[in-house]
T-cell receptor, first 115, second 110 residues
Framework: DAGITQSPRHKVTETGTPVTLRCHQTENHRYMYWYRQDPGHGLRLIHYSYGVKDTDKGEVSDGYSVSRSKTEDFLLTLESATSSQTSVYFC??????????????FGPGTRLTVL | RKEVEQDPGPFNVPEGATVAFNCTYSNSASQSFFWYRQDCRKEPKLLMSVYSSGNEDGRFTAQLNRASQYISLLIRDSKLSDSATYLCVVLNQAGTALIFGKGTTLSVSS
């Protein structure tokens, strides 16, 4: 299995509080992604990174920000959490990016509940 | 029309059965296609890529029909361990991101 960890694995928070999710990889892959998965929607891309300090928006980026200061870490921040952000969040990595048809390896997921 | 559409199922089949899933995609310019598998409360994992000529991996066969813009996955001799959700995945037009279908759930019973 690819070396990807996510922390925390579970979190319950209140509306309006900031939340940061961490993705850590040991594969030295260039590309990292944040997805959310909700019933009835499947996986949707939030943000992705194609290198240190290089990030771009995905399909559902509103309300989220990301940072990547090191190859191995990709942080997802909810500046002010809302109940609509209750979801399962998956981090993924790939070596050469989606266009290269590289396999994306997913982390175990973080279950976030916003009350 | 949604970018990637799948029949959500569930498909309930006995062990040993053959089952087929279809998926349609809206962007005729799409170039890369995949099937991912996701077990309950687990992360998705790549099952197989889908090539224009079709490809087979053991009991699994994937086919691509560009003219009709659909992708299929055939599972022969179903095992209990095949029970999972199968995600149809297509590369977006810009080539920057994967678009996931909502998944088709398969339940294989003894």
């Amino acid at each position: 299995d690819a070396g990807i960890t996510q922390s925390p694995r579970h979190k319950v928070t209140e509306t309006g509080t900031p939340v940061t999710l961490r993705c850590h990889q040991t594969e030295n892959h260039r590309y990292m992604y944040w997805y959310r998965q909700d019933p009835g929607h499947g996986l949707r891309l939030i943000h992705y990174s194609y290198g240190v300090k290089d990030t771009d928006k995905g399909e559902v980026s509103d309300g989220y920000s990301v940072s990547r200061s090191k190859t191995e870490d990709f942080l997802l921040t909810l500046e002010s959490a809302t109940s609509s952000q209750t979801s399962v969040y998956f981090c993924a990595i790939s070596e050469s990016g989606a266009v290269a048809a590289d396999e994306q390896f997913f982390g175990p997921g973080t279950r976030l509940t916003v009350l | 029309r949604k970018e990637v559409e799948q029949d959500p199922g569930p498909f309930n089949v006995p062990e040993g059965a053959t089952v087929a899933f279809n998926c349609t995609y809206s962007n005729s310019a799409s170039q890369s296609f995949f099937w991912y598998r996701q077990d309950c409360r687990k992360e998705p994992k790549l099952l197989m890529s889908v090539y224009s000529s079709g490809n087979e991996d053991g009991r699994f066969t994937a086919q691509l029909n560009r003219a009709s813009q659909y992708i299929s996955l055939l599972i022969r001799d179903s095992k209990l361990s095949d029970s999972a959700t199968y995600l149809c995945v297509v590369l977006n037009q810009a080539g920057t991101a994967l678009i996931f279908g909502k998944g088709t759930t398969l339940s294989v019973s003894s």
